[in-house]
């Protein structure tokens, strides 16, 4: 142990001889180590952002989205089609009897308010009393919509959490009226922030709560506007006992709905599970490429450390001779260049893994996605680069190792 440590000991000091040519050497390796982790780390937080949206839109939840179909193409389509509708809810329910719970959603354009804000900017979405379990949405304060509610057709609204704080501020709006177009209702509970992403790529947007205003579908119709002759749901949601489920959900809806829709593609089928492994795919390719630039990368340091120390046994020549004159054995030569290789490799793996954490955490922070400790490409990124040290490190120790003793001693 104590030749081991007076080994690493004087590798250290021979760096300290030559900073200059010591930093150069390690930035080979500080590139490598540290793009991999940055990259790797902003992936993760990418992939966590995804799964927290998919968690607060419902993880065993398969939705239906409606699409957005060109005014040109419009009167060809509502031919054969109406749109997405409750008649479709009833259809797929009928069909499928795994579904374990169906809930659905409409917008309704606010062009007149009393709130202290501009109508345009409150979502007034008209709901299924099911949105609430379906789409895991928990009240903060007061009650969710009930079914009870959309039966009796009654005012009754749930305000986002965002929207409430800006309309009332610290004021507890259970209870009071709000004018939604020319009718009036009460309020009777404010929803939780969403804590789910941006639904940067995902076709769903879990944050839309926040500023709306949730009320009864059937009372939407009786007091602000009757269904629409085409497109009345804007969304369908149904959940199903687990996520993997959701992906042959998927399958089984395409030729229901295709049938229902006169084969008009005027909407589209989101299944969670096949979102997260498209994801996974997409992540671990990106993976790949970055382990492979990474090595290209190491392997350039690897050969600027190789060069460096043979550089380094040229300047050291006499000091290798008189070691062999005193009884070093070659072993001991070998084994001192080789640490010199790996150390050095060590201190840039070390280097690497704080500069890689340190720019991916502030990418992160600028995108506004969640940061991650991609441990393992951590752990394979310095251990490649310790791979590389022994390696391109051990061809300068053998020869270092066979210099022959006299000659070095004579300056040869």
Known sequence: MGSWWTSVRRSLSQFRTNPLRTMLTLLGIVFGVGSVVA?????????????????????TTT???????????????????????????????????????????????????????????IQVLTVSASIFEVHNLTVATGRPLAPLDNRQMLRTAVLGGKLARQAFGDEDPIGKRIRLDYAFFEVVGVLSDRRGGKGQELPLDPEVYDNAVLIPYNTSLEELSPARTYGELELVSLEVSTTQETLALKQKLAPIMNQLHGGRVDYE????????????????????????????????????????????????????????????????????????????????????LVAGLGVGAAVAWLAGIPFAFAWESMLLSFGISLFIGAIFGLVPAVRAANVDPIDALRGD
């Open 269 to 352: 089928i989101i299944a969670p599970e096949e979102i997260l492994q498209q994801r996974k795919a997409a992540q671990s390719v990106l993976n790949l490429v970055l382990i492979s630039i990474a090595a290209i990368s190491l392997i350039v340091g690897g050969i600027g450390i190789m060069n460096i120390m043979l550089a380094n046994i040229m300047e050291r020549i006499s000091e290798i001779g008189l070691r062999r004159a005193i009884g070093a054995r070659k072993r001991d030569i070998r084994n001192q260049f080789l640490l010199e290789a790996v150390l050095i490799c060590v201190v840039g793996g070390l280097i690497g």
């Open 63 to 121: 939705h239906i989205k409606a699409q957005t179909v060109d005014r040109t193409n419009l009167s060809e389509v509502v031919g054969d089609s109406v749109g997405l509708s409750r008649a479709d809810v009833v259809a797929i329910r009928q069909t499928l009897p795994e579904i374990q719970s169906a809930a659905w959603r409409s917008r309704h354009p606010l062009k007149v308010t009393d709130l202290p804000l501009p109508a345009q900017d």
């Open 39 to 59: 990259m790797v780390s902003v992936g993760e937080g990418a992939q966590k952002e995804i799964l927290q949206t998919i968690e607060a839109m419902g993880a």
